[in-house]
Structure formats: C-alpha cells, structure tokens
C-alpha cells in the first residue's frame, strides 16, 4: 500500500475511526508479513528491507503497537554490517543493489532517507536507534557522488532514463537526508555535513537547490533556508583528490574547476542494468564510460542527455558497433563480463585505473587505462580485438553542446569545455539528435580501429576547463607525458613534472622503472620534500604474494603496512606484500625516502 497513506493516517490518527485504522492495519500485514522481517535475503535487502522496517513503523504508530515497533527496529539491524559480496555497503565505500548494481542515487538515496527518518522518529524513545555506522556511509558512499548538488548518473542505475535533472532531484533527496541525520549525529559532524550540503547547494546553479526544495520538500526547504542564511556556517568547497571504489568499478576524480566520474563493468558489476522496460539501450555505460564537468556544465548529463545521446557512442567508451537490441543481456544488472582486473591504484590525490573489457554481447576485448592528473587524464588503450565482423571505436568524448569546435594538428579545442591532445586520424562529429520532441546538440570524438581489429590500440589525453591556447601549449610538449608501455601486458606513463610513474600490469613484467611479479596496479610519486610514495593493489583479489621493484635510489622506509612483509631500500626499492586477496582491491600506500 501507497507508504504516503500511512504518514497521513499517522499524522490524523486520532481522527481515524476503528475501522479506518483497522483497515489499514490489515492491509500492512497483508503486503509486509512479518516474515519478510525475518530472513535478509530476496527482496528483503538493502534499501528494501529499510522501506519494510519503515513501513512496519508506521503500522506500530498507527496501531500504538510495541511488538511491531520492536520487529522494525530489529529488522533494520542487518542493514548496517559491511558486505563482502550481494547487496549492502563495502568497505570501500561502494553501495550495491541487485546484487550487481552500484546504487547510491536511487536505491542508496531512498534507503539513507528511510534510516534518517527512522533515526528522528524514534529519538529519545525506548527504540532510538544507536548504530551509527550510517554516519561514516554518508561521507565514503554517498558525498563522492554528489557534484555541485547533483547526484551523478554512474550511481543510478537504471533511473538514469526517466526524466531530464534525475540526477539534480536524487542530489536534493541525498541533501535533505543528511540534514535530517544531522540531527542525531555529533556536533562536529552535523556542522560539517551541513556546511557540505550549503556548498553544494550555493554551487548548483542549474537547478537552485532551495528553490526546488520549495516545490518537493518543505522539510528540507526548512532546513536548507536555515544553514543558508546562517553566516556561522561556511559552505564547503569541493574536496580535491581522488576516489576509487573497486567492489563497485567506480573511480571519482576532483580537481578545482572540475570533476570525472568513471564507470567500468567487472565481473562482480554489470555493464548496465534494464528493467521495468528502463534504460533498454544503457547497454555501453560500462564500457569505461568517462563522465567529466568543467565548471558551469553541472547540466552535461541532465538536460535530455540519455534519449537523445548516440548509445554506441558514449564518452570514453571502446565498442564494437555491431547492433544490439533493446534490454539486450539478462535484466536487472545481470550482465557481469568475465573479466576480473577491474580497479586500479591511488594514494588519494592521483589514480592509475584500469578496465579488462569484454563487450556486451560481443567478442571485443581490450585493455583499458586511465592516469587521473592535476589537469588531465590520460588515456590507453591495448589489445583491442574483435570478430564481430564490424567496427570497434573508442569515443574520446560526446559532448552535449552547440560550441565551436577547432582542430589542429594533433589536438581538439572545444569552447567552453575544454581541450584533447589526440592522434592525427581522430574522427570528429558535430550534429543534432532529436527523440521524439526534443533535440540536442553533440560534438563527437572517435576513434576508429577498423573492422575486427587484432591488438588495436590509442593514446589520447583529455584537458577538462583548459584553454585553446594551453591545449596547443600541451599537444606541442611530447615530454610531458612519456608512455613507457601500452600492450596487452602492461599500461604505464611517466609524468616527470609531477615526479608520477603509474603501471597496469595485467601481467607480471617490467614497465620503465617498475617492475611486479604478477599482475596489479602500482603508482608512484615523488614529491618535493624529498620523500616518495608507492601505492599497490590487487584489482583480480587473488594474490597471496606480491613483489614490487622500482628501480629507484631509496634510504629507507618512513611508513610502511601490516601487509608489507619485506622492504629492501637501497639502490632499488623492492616491496614483497602478503596475501592481499582480501583486500578487496584497496590500494596500500607505503611512504619512503
């Protein structure tokens, strides 16, 4: 029954008559049997069971019923521990619903709204809630995907398709929720979130926050209008550095002035997910999609993006273009590929991250890198094979835009966005796209790697915010980035301005001054104190036994891990780690001199 029913009759309880409550009563046990409370599994999980446990409060409120009000508090319990697999949070900060679907801006919002409720409703009462375990998932699940307000599209799921600023109304639902949390939450971190929430909501220009708070939630209006006039609270910026999130293939990147959001599929994390008849051509979006916003473009993905956007050419992505058709693969999320070194490396500032796709429905295969930077990211690809009997591209960028696009030699400027340093036999497209009443203007970059191609492979850099003139300053500048490996077996660049080698082994070998002994993601950096870093991980989750060698001068260690069994500085630097299998694909950062 409609959950909206029941807060009224809460609301007008006294009002209701006998059978009027009782009425609603037996239709609550009828829909949410108490047994459905009683395992956590099907369709009793995650964000699920948080709506059955709110629902069966709302019948003990009606009913003053104790017992029923002990049964929605016990029930919420499983909820909160980590997972390790199916539906739930990760330690990662990943939230997953359908087994296969990273969900923070549906599933994920409605069930951080459910607990905050819960959270409020029952304070000061005999079953006020006391795991707080909630608080940590709103800063390492749900803040990474709120981008000036707007909760970005690599987390929704199928919903990306219902209506033009989904992804500015699930950012308002994600607001509103932590306020409402804030409420039981520490000092520190109530002020904290709510200066989080003020910046967003002084950055979102596209669709004021307050002014929509108006129209959907006098609640959130209430409060929002409050820290926003409040000068005691300052709006916080937005963070700088990285975030990967392996469980989920998700890596978010921040830099002021802009942002980039990647999606990839594994084979814990499906391509795309359709169902209910949503989203029947998302079949791409986890092909190494590559969601960027320079600043004033909070709107790239939200002004009728996804029905007018080509589907085969989605940012980012390498495809075969043979046709696919609607909902094509298994529904809700169930299009795992096979492929397992899916993730990357980070010290929490820069990235190197990697994708083994294989397509959807395709016998594509290619090997996919990423180095996230200061004012770039660059791009690999190897080994892109196929025999499908079609071509296979790679889409530098689709932009949602009518600007002027300008050429040169080996670079693309596009005003107001940014620029690309690419190679010479880039394709470029600019056309309007019309679904149904509405059009939308694109401006296309590709690659072709022709028809069933045998190791294919790219280079190509993307300057989010920068200027014509400094993208032809960088596509003029072959030192800036040296790329010491593009195969099948390694992905690795050198940036000697900002002291970074960056390696995708997906196998063991030597690239540049790195060398591992099996497959897994290495970034180094040297900073200017004089001290360097090195940070590993294990994106496949099965080694037992790892060693690293950067063949670098070093004296000794300053920081090390639990997991790092032998270090030997010297001449080289070699790093042996124990079994990083359950590790989950984090990343391990040793600090040296």
């Not at 549906?106 to 079953?127: H, Q």
């Not at 002014?211 to 937005?238: G, K, M, S, V, W």
């Not at 979006?285 to 996804?306: E, I, K, P, R, V």
Request: net charge negative; with cysteine.
């Amino acid at each position: 029954m409609p959950k909206g029913l029941l807060d009224a009759a809460v609301l007008i309880g006294g009002y209701l008559s006998e059978r009027q409550s009782g009425g609603l009563r037996d239709a609550v046990d009828h829909f949410v049997p108490e047994g459905w409370l009683g395992c956590y599994r099907g369709n009793s999980t995650g964000a699920n069971r948080v709506d059955l446990c709110l629902v069966m409060l709302l019948r003990a409120m009606l009913r003053s019923d104790p017992e029923k009000a002990d049964l929605a508090v016990s029930a919420l319990s499983p909820v909160f521990p980590l997972v390790e697999e199916g539906d739930g949070f990760y330690r990662d900060g990943s939230f997953i619903q359908h087994t296969f679907v990273p969900y923070q801006g549906a599933y994920g919002s409605t069930l951080l709204n459910g607990i905050a409720t819960m959270f409020a409703v029952l304070r000061g009462s005999p079953w006020e809630i006391t795991n707080e375990s909630v608080f940590d998932a709103v800063d390492r699940s749900f803040a990474p995907f709120i981008h000036d307000g707007f909760c970005m599209d690599l987390v929704r799921g199928r919903g990306i398709n219902r209506r033009p600023y989904g992804d500015h109304q699930r950012g308002r639902e994600i607001a509103a929720s932590i306020l409402m949390l804030g409420d039981a939450a520490a000092p520190g971190v109530r002020a904290r979130w709510q200066g989080m929430v003020k910046g967003w909501a002084r950055r979102n220009t596209h669709q004021p926050m307050l002014e929509a708070a108006e129209r959907d939630d006098l609640a959130f209006h209430a409060r929002l209008a409050a820290i926003l006039d409040d000068d005691a609270i300052p709006a916080a910026d937005e963070p700088v550095g990285h975030r990967l999130l392996p469980m989920s293939a998700r890596a978010v990147h921040r830099r002021p002035g802009w942002c980039a959001g990647l999606s990839m599929a594994s084979d814990r994390v499906g391509h795309y997910e359709h169902g209910n008849g949503e989203n029947l051509r998302g079949w791409h979006t986890g092909s190494g999609m590559l969601y960027w916003w320079a600043a004033g473009h909070g709107d790239q993905y939200s002004d009728s993006f996804w029905p007018t956007v080509d589907p085969y050419r989605l940012p980012g992505t390498t495809v075969s273009t043979r046709r696919l058709p609607d909902g094509a693969g298994a529904g809700w999320g169930d299009t795992c590929p096979p492929g397992r070194w899916v993730g990357g490396a980070t010290d929490g500032l820069y990235a190197t991250v990697g994708q083994h796709l294989n397509g959807l429905e395709s016998t594509m295969e290619a090997f996919k890198s990423w180095f996230f930077l200061d004012d770039a990211i660059v791009c690999l690809g190897a080994g892109i094979s196929s025999q499908d009997e079609v071509p296979v591209e790679t889409i530098v960028d689709n932009r949602r835009t009518e600007t002027s696009l300008t050429r040169g030699e080996n670079w693309v400027y596009l005003e107001g966005h940014g620029g690309y340093v690419v190679p010479e036999g880039v394709h470029t497209l600019q056309e309007k796209r019309t679904y149904g009443l509405v059009s939308r203007s694109y401006a296309t970059l590709w690659l072709d790697h022709g028809v069933d191609p045998i190791s294919a492979g790219y280079f190509y850099m993307l300057l989010p915010g920068t200027s014509a003139e400094e993208t032809q300053a960088r596509a003029a500048d072959p030192a800036w980035v040296d790329v010491l490996a593009n195969t099948p077996r390694q992905q690795a660049v050198r940036i000697p301005s900002l002291g970074i080698t960056a390696a995708n082994f997906w196998n063991e070998g030597t690239a540049g001054p790195l060398t591992a002994s099996a497959p897994c993601a290495v970034l180094a950096r040297e900073n200017p104190d004089g001290t360097a870093t090195v940070s590993v991980s294990d994106p496949r989750r099965d080694l037992t036994e790892l060693t690293v060698t950067w063949h670098r001068p070093t004296t000794k260690i300053l920081q090390s891990h639990p997991l790092v069994t032998h270090a030997s500085p010297g001449q080289q630097l070699t790093l042996t780690f124990g079994d990083l299998s359950n590790q989950h694909g984090t990343s391990i950062t040793v600090t040296i001199s």
